[in-house]
Nanobody, 121 residues
Framework: VQLQASGGGLVQPGGSLRLSCIAS????????MGWYRQAPGNQRDLVAG???????NYADAVKGRFTISRDNAKNTVYLQMNNLKPEDTAVYYC????????????????RGQGTQVTVSS
């Protein structure tokens, strides 16, 4: 299973970006999907998560500014980021928790490559 993230870039403070992450491969099912981020010298922190039924959770630092959504038919998760701040600068990683076709009894955790988000004037 591969997770392909896209949508990062350089944006000015107050600007917006939309990240996308597509999961592909031998997927039986996906439960939770979401995004982590890691700034230089910092640990990797959860930004937002969304369950297959649509319930969401957010880090306090992004509540009211970021919105997570997903398209279950496309195995895709999105992160709409508005009113970006310099402290949002980080590498953003997507993740998916699910089951693989080769063994649906074992829960799996899949992680994507990062996409860089830089907020600077």
């Amino acid at each position: 299973v591969q997770l392909q993230a896209s949508g990062g870039g350089l944006v000015q403070p107050g600007g917006s970006l939309r990240l996308s992450c597509i999961a592909s491969g031998s997927i039986f099912s996906i439960n939770d999907m979401g995004w982590y981020r890691q700034a230089p010298g910092n640990q990797r922190d959860l930004v937002a998560g969304i369950a297959s039924g649509g319930s969401t959770n957010y880090a306090d630092a992004v509540k009211g500014r970021f919105t997570i959504s997903r398209d279950n038919a496309k195995n895709t998760v999105y992160l709409q980021m508005n009113n970006l701040k310099p402290e949002d600068t980080a590498v953003y990683y997507c993740y998916a928790d699910g089951r693989h076709l080769t063994n649906i009894l074992i829960p799996r955790k899949w992680r994507g490559q990062g996409t860089q988000v830089t907020v600077s004037s």
